[in-house]
């Protein structure tokens, strides 16, 4: 009696460890069951005939986090790509009934087509055409013949897997399956240089017209053979111009155009050969291409120059590409740069990615809306805006690979200078390669001065570190 007494109070915050609620997620249409915080709930896969199970994360505070369908997939993407593997070399036919096929299943609805179906498609798609690539002109010739619907369905699934819906799907795929956005942009160049080489004198709307010969919603392809006497007809201000004519502008509601200099092609050709071009837009494909990067974004199309002649540079005067860049105007604190999809930054190193390079380009932006890209070769182009604030340097790399993952040592992660904004955090020395596949790692980083480095225990089942 007399002595004073203390007592310990733990006060719980009852709003965090409240429960995430049953759900239906809007891009998945996944039944989420009612879930306590920091527990995985898991459920089928969506879609008709899935195989696999979907995850999704309760944090913190009742809130879910996006689910992971990164390991699921459909029955008949796995039946039509299995197909291919019975399918021999010579066995054009069954490969481009393969193509077909594809149309039908990958018809968007209401829903994203899962990530490994975006996957399996494109596998799919660059194996038959590496098969056509493998074939004779002659064989070729009698196949586009018994099936004239052969190009206008490839350009179909191209334009299907790139419809708006599958933005989920493409977004939601992993960061260690390969870029299904670089094997689809490899496989559509291949299918433009068959179509120059072999298909071009099959295709009915060829000609000095510069009409489309294929227009879908994402994806354009435009093939136009001209002779060296045309060129003089059509070129204007020392160019021959593509992909401007008035009845083109309306893809996606912007203008683009394709400038060849006339007068190196025409030094190039003898009196009576012709030379082909073919030209291809792909709307939504640039974002695709850099997935994984948060520092660049494309902020245009994807244009794909192509002709068939016997030079592929352009020494004295560059080819023009003209991009309208509506969104321009959102990305006033970044660089706005040209440049083209590289695939061998670095042949020598297994380990290197492509990615989009500025070498050997030039920028010129003629109006708030527009952008002009010099080039002296031909490739794949595209307008990207680099974020400045997120990875700090004295000079913008020539070229900006997607996809890395980092891992950096505690010992020397203070002696780095810090970027201008907290950088996304780094796990390190954690046994469990698993939690690598997410930005959002779910670990609680405490207050900390601006300029030193926090380090925390790694969060997980089994995670040591």
């Known amino acids: 009696l007399g002595k004073n007494k203390t007592a310990t109070i733990s006060i719980i915050d009852n709003d965090k460890f409240r429960d995430c609620e049953a759900e239906i997620d809007v891009h998945w249409s996944i039944r989420w069951n009612r879930t306590t915080p920091r527990k995985y709930a898991v459920q089928d896969c969506p879609g008709e005939f899935p195989i696999g199970t979907s995850s999704r994360l309760c944090e913190y505070g009742g809130v879910w986090l996006e689910p992971n369908v990164s390991n699921c997939a459909t029955k008949r993407f796995i039946v039509i790509k299995n197909k291919t593997e019975t399918i021999n070399a010579t066995d054009v036919k069954n490969a481009t009934d393969i193509i077909n096929q594809l149309v039908n299943i990958t018809k968007p609805n209401n829903q994203s087509q899962l990530p490994l179906d975006i996957s399996a498609a494109v596998e799919v798609l660059q194996f038959v055409i590496n098969r056509l690539n493998a074939t004779s002109e002659e064989a070729l010739e009698e196949t586009f013949e018994e099936d004239d619907s052969l190009l206008d369905n490839a350009v179909e699934v191209m334009n299907n897997l790139l419809n708006e819906t599958n933005k989920a799907g493409w977004d939601s795929q992993s960061q260690e399956t390969d870029n299904a956005g670089e094997t689809l942009l490899q496989s559509a160049e291949e299918f433009g240089r068959i179509i120059s080489s072999t298909l071009v004198k099959n295709i009915t709307n060829v000609s000095s017209t510069h009409e489309p010969s294929i227009e879908k919603e994402y994806v354009v392809v435009q093939t136009v053979q001209l002779a060296k006497d045309e060129i003089t007809e059509v070129e204007s201000s020392g160019f021959i111009s593509f992909l401007n004519d008035a009845n083109y502008s309306r893809f996606q509601g912007k203008n683009v155009a394709v400038n060849y200099p006339s007068e190196i092609i025409k030094d190039q050709l003898k009196d009576g050969e012709n030379i082909t071009f073919v030209n291809m837009i792909f709307s939504n494909l640039g974002g695709y291409l850099t997935a994984g990067n948060n520092r660049v974004q494309a902020i245009s199309d994807v244009i794909s120059a192509q002709i068939k002649w016997n030079q592929s540079n352009f020494t004295s005067e560059p080819l023009e590409l003209i991009f309208e860049v509506t969104?321009?105007?959102?990305?006033?604190?970044?660089?706005?740069?040209?440049?083209?999809?590289?695939?061998n930054i670095n042949p020598l190193n297994t380990d290197s990615l492509s990615s989009w390079s500025k070498e050997g380009l030039e920028t010129e932006i003629t109006n708030p809306l527009v952008v002009k890209c010099l080039s002296h070769h031909l490739s794949s182009f595209a307008v990207i805006a680099e974020n400045i604030t997120v990875e700090a340097t004295t000079e913008p790399p020539t070229s900006i690979a997607t996809?890395?993952?980092?891992?950096?040592?505690?010992?020397?992660?203070?002696?780095?200078?810090?970027?201008?904004?907290?950088?996304?955090?780094?796990?390190?020395?954690?046994?469990?390669?698993e939690i690598q596949r997410y930005r959002d790692f779910n670990v609680t980083w405490n207050i900390t001065k601006k300029g030193e480095t926090v380090v925390t225990d790694c969060k997980g089942n089994g995670l040591i570190g």
Do not use: G, M
């Open 327 to 343: 969104e321009i105007e959102n990305y006033k604190d970044h660089n706005i740069s040209c440049v083209f999809w590289d695939y």
């Open 403 to 433: 996809k890395q993952t980092t891992r950096t040592n505690p010992s020397t992660a203070a002696a780095t200078t810090p970027s201008t904004e907290l950088p996304v955090p780094t796990i390190v020395s954690c046994c469990n390669e």
